[in-house]
């Protein structure tokens, strides 16, 4: 439930919650959300040294090319982190934020970016650390694209975290997914919306977790590949698997969530799925035999789809 | 009478269809109507069967799963036990999906557009249904099921410690500050906080029970408290800096306990306090509610049609009944009627018809009927009358055949009975023909199983055809099959062409051919004696070349295949090994007996030459005493005669003409007398074992001899084994029986034996010097180191003991020499060897009767007693002696020689004159007797035997030992 409200936010998303924001042009969007990322870096790291925190390695997770929904998903997850940082810290907790509705652009990323980091300077603010927006050594964000460094903004804020991100939290985003897969596959009378869990298997690391689920990603690239939509480009090859931690696959699967979600508003498919809840203390091994339903449900939907057809929605589909 | 012509036009028979066809026609249409019921019908009952029936049992099966996996899915809500959540997969599994696959399988279901509809809405109900109650099992047993307990455990219970944590620390340093009563005031203060902050929090904690709401006031009281309490230490003077900063700390804690404690209660009291049970309530049960209402009502059109059905199709039988009684009715009505119609006109002519059938049959018809009718009647009784002339013709024509026939049959069996009487005779002659056939054949038969020979029949060509009698011995062929098999296949090749050679001899000579030859047998290598003779008959078989039929058939009839004819003869084979295993021995035997009596006869002429010699030469010792060379050489001559006279002795014992002296003796008390001297003999590498039977019985033998015999076994055995080894001397008692005859010498009868075993471990001897063992001068030791005469003495001495000797030996194995002596039952009187009483060996004056039919010897014997001091008289033969014993009393002794000629011999001579003149000493002289030995047991104790050649010493120390016996002895 650490992150409960994230997910409830996929699926505000998803039902497609009002709200207003001024219309920036792209390019200059993309300029405010690079300078403000970097912004971000340098007061979490400042953050960091005087929690004395451990600094997080850059890891590229094989995934570019991303779309704004992806970089508005990863700042939705940089915001309850820092969100839970302030409770941990501060007692305090801010309400949840408008999500935004139709089509999602950079603006909304920059504006979910803008508000997870007034809340690192609050903190910073109260714990009266007063070089603020200062220059800060150690800036190596700007090498890296908008999306990995909001990857490894998000890594680094999960070691400042009393509470880690725990196998459970991957557990419950991939139950999400399966709850979207489902309703995905209402369309279609024959299907299996939610198949038979495998046998349990023990002795699974996250890296275990991470490539099965990878290949749900990859399997969500082949469906919007059929459908004939923008998808995110994924390229595993290269990852240090040895290197991976929870926080890793937490991130691979909130992308899946984010692509799932984004194809559910795309279809028009009214009924959210059902909102998952903490599901208590989960190993890899847990995720990885729930991962395995998600990975059935997606064969499945890849196998009704046609290639060039957009899929219609049935009678009998909510 | 002729038949009129047949018309083309056939009214009746056209009557006859028609008539036909109509009632067939009628039976038609009854069919027809009939099977376009059945039909009507039958669909009714498979619409029945098929779909109506099942569609509204899969919808009550639809129904009874989803109410079975509600109940489930509450039972696991509510329970926890996972066999709920097996029987909610049970009831998707076995209930509820085949019960749909079975209404999707219904074709009515799908027929109609409502229906299909119904369809699709019940299988995405289903779908649905299904998708939410996963969820709720899912999420049951989460601890974020309970939002509001989930909270509390995670933030709540953390925000609690830490109010603790602050009093305590509060607590600890006001317990520090001493003595002030308004401190200790401030202290209980203190304590009374923490104790409402434990109060609030125990509160709340049970507001997450059930029943939760009756404990928010109790929360709320103690908040209140709490809150007063915190107000008034606030407000206090006494609190030092610190303390007022963990006041501080404390108030901000309690403000995020507050916020928290609401939120936890607010989620309590929210419908999704229990989110699986919300979910349940407000999503899956819903769901189940419009799924069980469309079942039920897919279930009760699905009934409704089926008493639609059920009716339909009653109403289809009833239809179908009726019009099918109706049908029968009119047809049976429709062929009364014509039927009666046609019967008028065709039985009336017919009836006529056959009334001149019968009557014509009786002979009685003479003229034709008259023809009343146009039609197939009129054609009937036309051809009837042109019957009528034909058959009064046939029944002239028949009378004339059958005179003619019966003058035929009696002759036929005329001749049939002479056949008859012909071939009875020849039965009776067959008949006693196979009589004695069967006869001769039996008598054949028990001649085959008698005779002990093998018969067989072989061909020319070395074939066996008949085994006739295999005999009761069957290593000569063995147990294979031999019929059939070439003598190639049977014997070694050189035999199989010797057999043939026998065979095709008898064959060209037509004489039996008579053969003897060794086969090698299972049992060893066998002597057989055949008789072959040709035979009368030859044997045919299909030969190999095949004869072309005329007509082309390869292989053609059997009368066309050629035969050839084998011409064969009859082979009796006898199995003769023991005959020529006896004619070998018999040869053997008389060639031992040739040589012994050939050389016992040299022996006995050279033993008197040597009689001569040695007396004379003793003679003429005497007078050489007084000239040293002379005497030296006629010692010399004097050694040489006595060389001669050992060499004869052995000669006279292989020839078993020595004279033996008989007595009982017992050869264990023999052989252990002698042990010391076969120790020296045998020498220190030699090693003798004895196995002696303790209880042995005596034999007849002369110990003398036997000692010296036993002696020239034991240095063989010592030459056989020059690197030394083992002697083993074995005496037992053995009964020779004729089951025996196999194992022993054929020549030894059967009876009781006493048998001794020398037994080396030596090198042995082969076959042929088995062979020649027992041959005088044969020997296999080096020149000068053996006569040749040991065993042949030995050999003597047995037989002439009335005893045998048998070999076994192997080269390398050693050899085992048996002797058998017969056995005596009762224990004799063992005779001891007299002894000179003094060394005189001078005579008394004493007359001593001589009788010796050689001259020349009687000349030296009666000189040699006159030296001794003796007074001889001396006659030529028995008849004599005799006389000169009735004549002269005063003879002391009578010292005959043994073999004379004439009736009586010295045995006899002593016997009669032991007889005649009791206590008359006798002294036997010999180099050669007739006797086998002589049984002393049967003379008096006053008998001697001197072996010629003797020398005057020896003669004279025999009459001493005689002279001095006792009466009593004798």
Same mark, same amino acid.
């Not at chain 1, 912004?39 to 995934?63: C, H, K, V, W, Y």
């Not at chain 2, 306090?273 to 897919?298: K, S, Y």
């Given at each position: 439930?650490?992150?409960?409200?994230?997910?409830?936010?996929?699926?505000?998303?998803?039902?497609?919650?009002?709200?207003?924001?001024?219309?920036?042009?792209?390019?200059?969007?993309?300029?405010?959300?690079?300078?403000?990322?970097?912004?971000?870096? %340098?007061?979490?790291?400042?953050?960091?040294?005087?929690?004395?925190?451990?600094?997080?390695? &850059?890891?590229?997770?094989?995934?570019?090319?991303?779309?704004?929904?992806?970089?508005?998903?990863?700042?939705?997850?940089?915001?309850?982190?820092?969100?839970?940082?302030?409770?941990?810290?501060?007692?305090?907790?801010?309400?949840?934020?408008?999500?935004?509705?139709?089509?999602?652009?950079?603006?909304?990323?920059?504006?979910?970016?803008?508000?997870?980091?007034?809340?690192?300077?609050?903190?910073?603010?109260?714990?009266?650390?007063? &070089?603020?927006?200062?220059?800060?050594?150690?800036?190596?964000?700007?090498?890296?694209? %908008?999306?990995?460094?909001?990857?490894?903004?998000?890594?680094?804020?999960?070691?400042?975290?009393?509470?880690?991100?725990?196998?459970?939290?991957?557990?419950?985003?991939?139950?999400?997914?399966?709850?979207?897969?489902?309703?995905?596959?209402?369309?279609?009378?024959?299907?299996?919306?939610?198949?038979?869990?495998?046998?349990?298997?023990?002795?699974?690391?996250?890296?275990?977790?991470?490539?099965?689920?990878?290949?749900?990603?990859?399997?969500?690239?082949?469906?919007?590949?059929?459908?004939?939509?923008?998808?995110?480009?994924?390229?595993?090859?290269?990852?240090?698997?040895?290197?991976?931690?929870?926080? &890793?696959?937490?991130?691979?699967?909130?992308?899946?969530?984010?692509?799932?979600?984004?194809?559910?508003?795309?279809?028009?498919?009214?009924?959210?799925?059902?909102?998952?809840?903490?599901?208590?203390?989960?190993?890899?091994?847990?995720?990885?035999?729930?991962?395995?339903?998600?990975?059935?449900?997606?064969?499945?939907?890849?196998?009704?789809?046609?290639?060039?057809?957009?899929?219609?929605?049935?009678?009998?589909?909510? | 009478?002729?038949?009129?012509?047949?018309?083309?036009?056939?009214?009746?028979?056209?009557?006859?269809?028609?008539?036909?066809?109509?009632?067939?026609?009628?039976?038609?249409?009854?069919?027809?109507?009939?099977?376009?019921?059945?039909?009507?019908?039958?669909?009714?009952?498979?619409?029945?069967?098929?779909?109506?029936?099942?569609?509204?049992?899969?919808?009550?099966?639809?129904?009874?799963?989803?109410?079975?996996?509600?109940?489930?899915?509450?039972?696991? /809500?509510?329970?926890?036990?996972?066999?709920?959540?097996?029987?909610?997969?049970?009831?998707?599994?076995?209930?509820?999906?085949?019960?749909?696959?079975?209404?999707?399988?219904?074709?009515?279901?799908?027929?109609?557009?409502?229906?299909?509809?119904?369809?699709?809405?019940?299988?995405?109900?289903?779908?649905?249904?299904?998708?939410?109650?996963?969820?709720?099992?899912?999420?049951?047993?989460?601890?974020?099921?309970?939002?509001?307990?989930?909270?509390? !455990?995670?933030?709540?219970?953390?925000?609690?410690?830490?109010?603790?944590?602050?009093?305590?620390?509060?607590?600890?340093?006001?317990?520090?500050?001493?003595?002030?009563?308004?401190?200790?005031?401030?202290? +209980?203060?203190?304590?009374?906080?923490?104790?409402?902050?434990?109060?609030?929090?125990?509160?709340?904690?049970?507001?997450?029970?059930?029943?939760?709401?009756?404990?928010?006031?109790?929360?709320?009281?103690?908040?209140?408290?709490?809150?007063?309490?915190?107000?008034?230490?606030?407000?206090?003077?006494?609190?030092?800096?610190?303390?007022?900063?963990?006041?501080?700390?404390?108030?901000?804690?309690?403000?995020?306990?507050?916020?928290?404690?609401?939120?936890?209660?607010?989620?309590?009291?929210?419908?999704?306090?229990?989110?699986?049970?919300?979910?349940?309530?407000?999503?899956?049960?819903?769901?189940?509610?419009?799924?069980?209402?469309?079942?039920?009502?897919?279930?009760?059109?699905?009934?409704?049609?089926?008493?639609?059905?059920?009716?339909?199709?009653?109403?289809?039988?009833?239809?179908?009944?009726?019009?099918?009684?109706?049908?029968?009715?009119?047809?049976?009505?429709?062929?009364?009627?014509?039927?009666?119609?046609?019967?008028?006109? /065709?039985?009336?002519?017919?009836?006529?018809?056959?009334?001149?059938?019968?009557?014509?049959?009786?002979?009685?018809?003479?003229?034709?009927?008259?023809?009343?009718?146009?039609?197939?009647?009129?054609?009937?009784?036309?051809?009837?009358?042109?019957?009528?002339?034909?058959?009064?013709?046939?029944?002239?024509?028949?009378?004339?055949?059958?005179?003619?026939?019966?003058?035929?049959?009696?002759?036929?069996?005329?001749?049939?009975?002479?056949?008859?009487?012909?071939?009875?005779?020849?039965?009776?002659?067959?008949?006693?023909?196979?009589?004695?056939?069967?006869?001769?054949?039996?008598?054949?038969?028990?001649?085959?199983?008698?005779?002990?020979?093998?018969?067989?029949?072989?061909?020319?060509?070395?074939?066996?055809?008949?085994?006739?009698?295999?005999?009761?011995?069957?290593?000569?062929?063995? !147990?294979?099959?031999?019929?059939?098999?070439?003598?190639?296949?049977?014997?070694?090749?050189?035999?199989?062409?010797?057999?043939?050679?026998?065979?095709?001899?008898?064959?060209?000579?037509?004489?039996?051919?008579?053969?003897?030859?060794?086969?090698?047998?299972?049992?060893?290598?066998?002597?057989?004696?055949?008789?072959?003779?040709?035979?009368?008959?030859?044997?045919?078989?299909?030969?190999?070349?095949?004869?072309?039929?005329?007509?082309?058939?390869?292989?053609?009839?059997?009368?066309?295949?050629?035969?050839?004819?084998?011409?064969?003869?009859?082979?009796?084979?006898?199995?003769?090994?023991?005959?020529?295993?006896?004619?070998?021995?018999?040869?053997?035997?008389?060639?031992?007996?040739?040589?012994?009596?050939?050389?016992?006869? /040299?022996?006995?002429?050279?033993?008197?030459?040597?009689?001569?010699?040695?007396?004379?030469?003793?003679?003429?010792?005497? =007078?050489?005493?007084?000239?040293?060379?002379?005497?030296?050489?006629?010692?010399?001559?004097?050694?040489?005669?006595?060389?001669?006279?050992?060499?004869?002795?052995?000669?006279?014992?292989?020839?078993?003409?020595?004279?033996?002296?008989?007595?009982?003796?017992?050869?264990?008390?023999?052989?252990?007398?002698?042990?010391?001297?076969?120790?020296?003999?045998?020498?220190?590498?030699?090693?003798?074992?004895?196995?002696?039977?303790?209880?042995?019985?005596?034999?007849?033998?002369?110990?003398?001899?036997?000692?010296?015999?036993?002696?020239?076994?034991?240095?063989?055995?010592?030459?056989?084994?020059?690197?030394?080894?083992?002697?083993?001397?074995?005496?037992? !008692?053995?009964?020779?029986?004729?089951?025996?005859?196999?194992?022993?010498?054929?020549?030894?009868?059967?009876?009781?034996?006493?048998?001794?075993?020398?037994?080396?471990?030596?090198?042995?001897?082969?076959?042929?010097?088995?062979?020649?063992?027992?041959?005088?001068?044969?020997?296999?030791?080096?020149?000068?180191?053996?006569?040749?005469?040991?065993?042949?003495?030995?050999?003597?001495?047995?037989? =002439?003991?009335?005893?045998?000797?048998?070999?076994?030996?192997?080269?390398?194995?050693?050899?085992?020499?048996?002797?058998?002596?017969?056995?005596?039952?009762?224990?004799?009187?063992?005779?001891?060897?007299?002894?000179? +009483?003094?060394?005189?060996?001078?005579?008394?004056?004493?007359?001593?009767?001589?009788?010796?039919?050689?001259?020349?010897?009687?000349?030296?014997?009666?000189? +040699?007693?006159?030296?001794?001091?003796?007074?001889?008289? =001396?006659?030529?033969?028995?008849?004599? +002696?005799?006389?000169?014993?009735?004549?002269?009393?005063? /003879?002391?002794?009578?010292?005959?020689?043994?073999?004379?000629?004439?009736?009586?011999?010295?045995?006899?001579?002593?016997?009669?004159?032991?007889?005649?003149?009791?206590?008359?000493?006798?002294?036997?002289?010999?180099?050669?007797?007739?006797?086998?030995?002589?049984? =002393?047991?049967?003379?008096?104790?006053?008998?001697?035997?001197?072996?010629?050649?003797?020398?005057?010493?020896?003669?004279?120390?025999?009459?001493?030992?005689?002279?001095?016996?006792?009466?009593?002895?004798?």
């Amino acid at each position: 439930m650490v992150f409960g409200l994230l997910v409830a936010g996929f699926i505000a998303l998803a039902h497609g919650a009002e709200t207003s924001r001024p219309l920036l042009p792209d390019a200059e969007t993309d300029a405010m959300l690079a300078a403000e990322i970097n912004a971000f870096s %340098r007061d979490l790291e400042r953050l960091r040294r005087f929690m004395g925190a451990p600094r997080a390695n &850059d890891l590229d997770i094989g995934i570019h090319d991303l779309m704004p929904r992806d970089l508005y998903f990863q700042t939705l997850t940089l915001w309850e982190q820092t969100d839970r940082l302030s409770f941990e810290i501060l007692r305090t907790r801010a309400k949840p934020l408008p999500t935004p509705t139709g089509a999602i652009g950079p603006q909304d990323a920059l504006r979910r970016l803008q508000d997870a980091h007034e809340h690192v300077r609050h903190i910073m603010r109260q714990l009266q650390i007063t &070089d603020i927006g200062g220059s800060v050594e150690g800036d190596g964000m700007a090498t890296l694209d %908008r999306f990995n460094a909001l990857l490894n903004l998000n890594r680094q804020l999960n070691l400042l975290l009393e509470r880690h991100i725990s196998p459970s939290d991957v557990y419950q985003q991939v139950t999400l997914a399966i709850g979207y897969s489902a309703r995905l596959l209402a369309r279609y009378p024959d299907a299996i919306r939610i198949p038979e869990e495998p046998p349990f298997e023990p002795d699974k690391l996250p890296r275990d977790v991470y490539v099965r689920l990878s290949e749900c990603l990859q399997g969500i690239v082949r469906i919007f590949d059929r459908l004939g939509l923008a998808v995110l480009k994924i390229d595993t090859r290269q990852i240090d698997l040895d290197r991976l931690q929870p926080g &890793d696959v937490y991130l691979i699967a909130t992308l899946i969530v984010s692509q799932l979600n984004f194809l559910h508003t795309h279809l028009g498919i009214t009924q959210p799925p059902p909102q998952p809840i903490y599901p208590g203390l989960k190993f890899p091994a847990h995720t990885y035999q729930r991962a395995a339903i998600l990975q059935a449900q997606l064969n499945q939907l890849e196998r009704f789809l046609t290639p060039g057809q957009a899929m219609a929605p049935s009678p009998a589909s909510p | 009478m002729t038949a009129s012509p047949v018309k083309n036009s056939r009214p009746l028979r056209r009557q006859l269809l028609l008539s036909h066809l109509s009632v067939a026609l009628v039976g038609l249409i009854m069919l027809g109507i009939a099977l376009i019921a059945t039909y009507d019908l039958r669909a009714k009952v498979i619409g029945l069967a098929s779909e109506s029936g099942p569609m509204a049992q899969a919808s009550f099966q639809l129904l009874t799963g989803i109410r079975h996996s509600l109940a489930s899915l509450r039972g696991w /809500i509510t329970l926890g036990d996972p066999r709920f959540l097996d029987g909610w997969r049970e009831a998707w599994q076995e209930e509820i999906q085949p019960a749909l696959d079975r209404l999707k399988n219904c074709p009515r279901f799908h027929a109609q557009d409502c229906a299909a509809r119904s369809s699709r809405e019940l299988q995405a109900l289903l779908a649905d249904l299904r998708e939410s109650q996963w969820w709720v099992q899912d999420i049951v047993r989460t601890p974020g099921n309970e939002p509001a307990r989930l909270l509390y !455990n995670r933030d709540v219970e953390p925000s609690a410690a830490n109010l603790h944590a602050l009093l305590a620390a509060l607590f600890q340093s006001e317990k520090e500050q001493q003595g002030d009563p308004e401190r200790k005031a401030l202290l +209980a203060q203190t304590a009374e906080l923490q104790d409402a902050v434990s109060t609030a929090r125990l509160s709340l904690r049970e507001t997450l029970g059930t029943g939760g709401s009756d404990h928010e006031h109790g929360f709320r009281e103690s908040l209140e408290f709490v809150r007063s309490r915190l107000g008034t230490l606030a407000e206090s003077p006494l609190l030092a800096d610190e303390q007022r900063s963990l006041l501080l700390l404390f108030q901000d804690e309690l403000e995020v306990f507050v916020t928290l404690a609401r939120e936890v209660i607010q989620l309590r009291q929210s419908d999704g306090w229990n989110i699986a049970l919300r979910t349940m309530v407000q999503e899956t049960d819903p769901l189940a509610d419009r799924a069980m209402a469309l079942a039920v009502a897919t279930a009760t059109q699905a009934q409704t049609r089926l008493e639609q059905e059920i009716l339909a199709a009653q109403t289809a039988t009833a239809i179908t009944a009726w019009s099918l009684l109706l049908m029968i009715a009119l047809m049976l009505v429709a062929a009364c009627f014509l039927s009666r119609l046609q019967a008028k006109a /065709i039985a009336l002519p017919i009836t006529s018809l056959a009334e001149a059938t019968q009557q014509l049959a009786a002979g009685r018809l003479r003229a034709d009927i008259p023809v009343s009718a146009d039609n197939e009647i009129g054609e009937l009784t036309r051809s009837f009358n042109t019957l009528r002339a034909a058959m009064e013709e046939a029944q002239e024509k028949s009378r004339e055949t059958n005179i003619l026939l019966e003058k035929r049959v009696r002759e036929r069996t005329m001749q049939l009975e002479a056949i008859n009487r012909s071939l009875s005779r020849e039965i009776v002659e067959r008949n006693q023909t196979d009589h004695a056939l069967r006869e001769s054949e039996a008598r054949l038969r028990a001649m085959a199983r008698a005779i002990p020979d093998l018969v067989f029949v072989v061909d020319e060509e070395g074939c066996y055809r008949e085994i006739l009698a295999a005999g009761q011995d069957r290593t000569a062929v063995g !147990n294979t099959p031999i019929r059939g098999k070439l003598l190639s296949e049977i014997h070694a090749p050189d035999m199989a062409r010797f057999f043939l050679d026998i065979i095709h001899r008898a064959l060209q000579t037509r004489q039996i051919q008579v053969a003897e030859y060794e086969l090698v047998t299972a049992s060893g290598r066998r002597w057989f004696e055949s008789r072959s003779a040709p035979l009368d008959i030859r044997f045919a078989e299909p030969s190999p070349i095949t004869t072309l039929h005329p007509q082309g058939d390869l292989f053609g009839p059997p009368e066309l295949r050629r035969f050839t004819a084998k011409s064969a003869a009859i082979v009796v084979a006898r199995d003769i090994t023991q005959r020529k295993h006896a004619e070998t021995r018999l040869r053997q035997a008389q060639k031992m007996q040739a040589i012994g009596q050939l050389t016992g006869g /040299i022996a006995h002429d050279f033993n008197n030459l040597l009689a001569i010699i040695m007396g004379n030469l003793e003679l003429l010792n005497e =007078q050489l005493t007084t000239q040293p060379e002379l005497y030296e050489m006629a010692q010399q001559a004097l050694r040489a005669t006595d060389r001669g006279a050992k060499l004869t002795q052995r000669l006279l014992a292989f020839s078993r003409r020595q004279p033996l002296l008989a007595q009982a003796t017992d050869l264990n008390k023999l052989i252990l007398g002698m042990l010391e001297l076969m120790r020296r003999t045998l020498g220190a590498n030699i090693r003798i074992e004895t196995a002696l039977t303790s209880d042995l019985d005596q034999t007849l033998v002369d110990p003398a001899q036997f000692e010296n015999a036993l002696l020239n076994l034991v240095i063989n055995a010592r030459d056989a084994m020059p690197q030394g080894g083992r002697l083993t001397l074995t005496t037992t !008692n053995t009964l020779i029986e004729e089951k025996d005859g196999a194992a022993t010498p054929t020549e030894m009868p059967p009876g009781p034996y006493v048998m001794l075993a020398v037994t080396d471990t030596g090198v042995g001897m082969t076959s042929e010097s088995l062979e020649r063992a027992f041959e005088p001068f044969f020997t296999t030791k080096e020149t000068g180191k053996g006569s040749g005469l040991g065993l042949s003495m030995v050999y003597g001495l047995v037989k =002439q003991s009335n005893g045998h000797i048998t070999i076994q030996s192997e080269p390398g194995r050693g050899t085992t020499i048996r002797l058998y002596l017969p056995r005596i039952a009762q224990s004799a009187r063992a005779v001891t060897e007299p002894r000179a +009483a003094d060394g005189s060996i001078q005579g008394r004056d004493e007359t001593i009767l001589v009788v010796e039919d050689d001259a020349e010897v009687r000349r030296f014997a009666v000189s +040699a007693l006159r030296g001794l001091g003796y007074k001889p008289l =001396q006659a030529a033969d028995a008849a004599t +002696a005799l006389r000169v014993l009735e004549t002269t009393p005063r /003879i002391a002794l009578l010292f005959t020689d043994i073999v004379m000629p004439g009736e009586m011999d010295g045995v006899r001579l002593a016997t009669e004159a032991q007889r005649r003149y009791p206590g008359l000493r006798v002294l036997l002289t010999s180099g050669y007797t007739e006797h086998a030995s002589i049984d =002393q047991a049967e003379l008096t104790a006053a008998i001697e035997i001197l072996t010629k050649p003797y020398r005057k010493a020896d003669l004279g120390r025999k009459l001493r030992i005689l002279l001095d016996r006792d009466e009593s002895q004798s």
